[in-house]
């Protein structure tokens, strides 16, 4: 570059882009640095065939050191817009890269942006969950809080599509689950010092749930100062945020909104159809769950019929989304999770509109049966596969367990018959275990015939073939453990006076089979057992969630 100097602003592909526009792009800092100290200031805003300056690149690249290079040769840098117009602030936002965006804000003339391109910059930040920059820019311009981009969509739109921005535990582990509610997260001290255990993903979900809820919070402001008629033009087109939020299950963003404009519970769709009827049809449990928050209207709201005079029920009664099915593994558990919400969205109706036919002449428990008997079938077909396969482990293990109590470890004594080892501990223990993995291993086999020869009606799905399952499983998992605790004990007695070292790394190993499967099978387990046993997808909500 030195020899040769006018290579610096040699165009060097077929886009016209220069040695700095590549350099930043390949995120190459060093060779960014030495560049921009060869580079005159306007050499620096040269634009690629498409617009774009080195400083787009570098903002796409998401390399805050760079920018920091070239914009303190040339503060203009910022305000040179790339290709369709956009300028490096909005093309590192659109990118979700934080870092950059809070340098650019703080670098970029607020004169030379419009009121659409805040506007933009709001969309693209909530886009890429960047919610403290959007609460920024709205607590700068809060008249920006409703106004709309080209796509007709306001900042509450975007985030009535985003319930992954508010409260949630999902994606995390079981104690993170746990310590996801504490307000201690917050302490800088707990989080750096916690950072390797797994709080650190903890924490950063907490913070932007804290964020968004504060940006919501801060739009709603805004909104609440317009009119009804405002208002309703606000959350009618061209997206409903109401019923965006139900479809998506954003149980905060519908909350947030119910607490100060309880009116919404009264706003239907283009079908005639609730917030709450969006949530039947999504399966959206929680949602569904803030019709026990509001008394005697629930009877109100659940006589709305659709324009093909489809009642509430009738949407439970539809088959639910694949996306909301898989919730759950196995077709038979998809076939409870079914059963359980027309079950309490029948609790929820008239008895009038329990018969009621929709326009078709189906009545709600007729078009369930007809758009679940698929699902029927497979979930007839995935207990029969699962109880087969279960109960040729169980079989096995009754074989060897009854055969093993009468071949004992070490032998019998030839002139009285009762076994070498009869006083050892450990003959004891093997005993012990081999009898209760032979009851156990027959009851599973038990369990598991009867789901073989069950009936297969609906109702069959909603108690009786999950509970027979989950007997069926917890007894063959016992079965399994007492039969390595057999296997264990019999080893100790035949080997344990000639190489006793062994017996602990054996007994280790013999665990491994049982963590194996109880690992395996814990997640249907206990899905199974929830719904069977525990509150079930539709335990009550605090009676305060709303009001």
Known sequence: MTRHPGALTATITKGWER????????????????LVELMDPPELAAQNKFGNTALCFAAASGITRIAELMVSKNNELPMVRGSKGVTPLHMAALLGYRDMVWYLVSVTDPQCLTKEDYV??????????????????????????????????????????????FCSKNGLGVWQRCIYPSHLLFDRLLHRATEKIGIQEVFERKLKHFQALELLKCIWKQVMLLDDSQIGKLLRGPSRPLFVAAECGNFEFIVELLRSYPDLIWKVDEQSQSFFHIAVIHRQERIFKLIYQIGALKDLITSYKSTNNSN????????????????VSGAAL????????????EKNVQPLYKEMRDSEGRMPHMLFT????????SGERWMKDTA???MLVATLITTVMFAAIFTVPGGNNNDTGTPIFLKDKAFIIFSISDALALFSSVTSILMFLSILTSRYAEVDFMETLPKRLIIGLMTLFFSIAS???????????????????????VALAACI???????????????????????????????????
């Open 19 to 34: 040695a700095l526009h590549i350099a930043a792009g390949a995120k190459q800092v060093k060779f960014v640095e030495e």
């Open 120 to 165: 933009s910059l709001i969309i693209a930040t909530i886009s890429t969950d960047l919610y403290d920059v959007a609460l920024h820019i709205i607590q700068c311009k809060p008249e920006l809080a409703v106004e709309r981009d080209p796509n007709g969509e306001t900042a509450l739109h975007v985030l009535a599509r985003k319930p992954s921005a």
């Open 312 to 327: 509430i029920l009738h949407l439970a009664a539809k088959l639910a989304a694949p996306n909301r099915l898989n919730i």
């Open 334 to 345: 998809q076939m409870q999770r079914e059963l359980l919400w027309f079950k309490e969205v």
């Open 370 to 377: 007809q758009e679940h008997k698929a699902l029927l079938k």
């Open 388 to 390: 087969s396969s279960c």
């Open 483 to 505: 039969m390595l605790i057999a296997f264990s004990a019999s080893f100790s007695i035949v080997h344990g006076h000639k190489i006793a070292w062994i017996i602990i790394p």
């Open 513 to 547: 089979p049982v963590l194996l499967f109880a690992f395996s099978q814990f997640p249907l387990v206990a899905d199974m057992f929830h719904s069977s046993y525990g509150s079930g997808i539709f335990a009550q909500e605090p009676t305060d969630v709303l009001f």
